[in-house]
C-alpha cells in the first residue's frame, strides 16, 4: 500500500470490497496481490477463481511442462518469508552437522555427521534458489491486470499500428518489455502484442 504496509489479509478484504462493488479488475488485481503474499490460502484462490469467471476474457492457458508444474508447485507450498526461514535453520543446521564431523572422533559418527552436512547443504541451496526467485518475481512486478473495458493489442508500439487481439477488462497479462509509455505483453494462451501501459495496472 502508499505507507509501505502489505499483508495477504490487507489485499484479500479489499479484494472482496472491490467484488461486492462489482469492481472485478481491482478484484482480481487485489487478490492476485494476496496470493503472492500467500500462495497457499484456499480462500484467496476460490474468491480469484470466482472473480475471473466473471470476466469477458476466458483464456485457455498453454499446457506446462511436468517440471515446471513441479517446480510451481513446491515453489508456491510456503511463502517467500517462509522459505527464507527454512533457508536459514537449513544452513544452520549443516553448519551443527559439519561441527560434529570436524570434531567428534568416532569413524560411524563423523560419517553421518559427513552426510547430514551434505544433505543440509543442498536443502539450503535449494531453498536459496526458490527464495530468490520468489522474492525477484515479487520485486519485478511482470504481471498486470487489464483496467480497460476493451483494449486493443498492437503488433507494434505504435497506435496506428496492425491490430492483433483484444483483450478485455480483468484479464491478467505478463509484462515482456516496455517502450515509450508501452508494454509488451503475452497472455495465458500464448499470443503477444503491445499496449499502452496505462490501460494495466501491474500486480
Not at 507450498?77 to 517462509?82: G, Q
Not at 555427521?113 to 531453498?127: P, R
Request: overall charge neutral; hydrophobic content about 45%.
Amino acid at each position: 500500500m502508499d505507507d509501505g504496509f502489505e499483508s495477504a489479509d490487507l489485499y484479500y478484504n479489499l479484494g472482496n470490497a472491490c467484488f461486492k462493488t462489482d469492481d472485478l479488475a481491482s478484484a482480481i488485481l487485489y487478490y492476485e496481490k494476496a496470493l503472492k503474499l500467500s500462495p497457499n490460502d484456499e480462500d484467496i484462490v476460490f474468491n480469484l477463481n470466482v472473480a475471473n469467471s466473471r470476466i469477458t476474457d476466458k483464456i485457455e492457458p498453454l499446457p506446462v511442462m511436468f517440471y515446471k508444474r513441479w517446480w510451481i508447485k513446491l515453489s508456491d507450498l510456503f511463502s517467500t518469508d517462509a522459505w527464507a526461514k527454512i533457508q536459514v535453520v537449513t544452513f544452520l543446521l549443516m553448519l551443527f552437522a559439519l561441527g560434529g564431523f570436524l570434531i567428534l572422533r568416532r569413524v560411524i559418527v563423523r560419517k553421518v555427521s559427513f552426510w547430514l552436512a551434505l544433505l543440509f547443504f543442498i536443502a539450503t541451496i535449494f531453498s536459496f534458489g526458490i527464495t530468490y526467485q520468489k522474492y525477484t518475481a515479487y520485486q519485478k512486478h511482470t504481471e498486470a491486470i487489464v483496467f480497460t473495458p476493451s483494449l486493443t493489442v498492437k503488433i507494434s508500439p505504435t497506435e496506428n499500428s496492425v491490430d492483433l487481439f483484444v483483450v478485455h477488462e480483468g484479464t491478467k497479462v505478463k509484462i515482456l518489455d516496455q517502450l515509450d509509455g508501452w508494454y509488451e505483453v503475452k497472455i495465458a494462451s500464448g499470443s503477444s502484442g503491445w499496449i499502452q501501459n496505462e490501460s494495466v495496472k501491474k500486480i
